[in-house]
């Protein structure tokens, strides 16, 4: 019989995602932070192949992007509230990691399996955040896939793609529960 890790399984099936809007400073500086990015960074990864990287995105860098994102929104005809919304992203942010897609030339692992780990590595940013007692949020946004704000606000290369921004701070205010999906509904047994 395998040894449950008890205390896990019960973070796993209560993790809460905290909505960005409610998370204040402090954020982890980079001591705290590095063993968050380090659990992030042993996501599966079929390959070895490393198809993602991080951008920490510190106090500056945030409320720059919050400007660049206000000039790419005006000059994209995008409406106020769009325009707003991915402002807020960045200037309400203690600190973000921008979780970067790098697609790696392989003949045996399809770029389909290259995107899911670097969403998977989201996931395991997340989930190590929370775990480390921060609120986080995985957040992405018009903004985070528009070529010319990433290229200039992240410096990312034509073939880098954002899979995804993790907010985290502290908790201001702890969410309520959401409804969650029927397991019955999705699951579907084989037994033959």
């Known amino acids: 019989m395998p040894q449950p890790n008890d205390a896990v399984l019960k973070f796993l099936l ?29 996501t599966p990864d079929h390959g070895k192949l ?25 000059s994209l005809g995008r409406s106020e509230n769009d325009i707003a919304k ?3 992203q960045f200037t309400d942010s203690p600190l973000a990691v921008a979780v970067v897609e790098v697609q790696k030339p392989s003949a045996k692992i399809p770029p389909v399996e290259q995107t899911y780990s670097a969403g998977a590595v989201c996931l395991a940013l997340l989930n190590a955040a929370l775990a480390s007692g921060w609120g986080a949020n995985w957040l992405s946004g018009w903004a985070s896939h528009d070529r010319e704000f990433v290229e200039a606000g992240l410096d990312l290369a034509p073939d880098e793609r954002i899979a995804g921004i993790i907010h985290i701070g502290t908790e201001t205010s702890a969410p309520p529960e959401r409804p969650r999906p029927d397991l019955a509904s999705i699951t579907t047994w084989m037994a033959e």
């Open 14 to 42: 209560s993790r809460r995602s905290r909505p960005a809007k409610t998370l204040t400073g402090p954020a982890p500086d980079r001591a705290a932070l590095g063993p968050i990015l380090t659990a992030a960074a042993r």
């Open 50 to 74: 490393e198809p993602w990287r991080f951008v920490v995105l510190e106090r500056p860098a945030l409320k720059r992007l919050a400007e660049l994102a206000t000039a790419r929104g005006n």
């Open 86 to 88: 991915a402002r807020s």
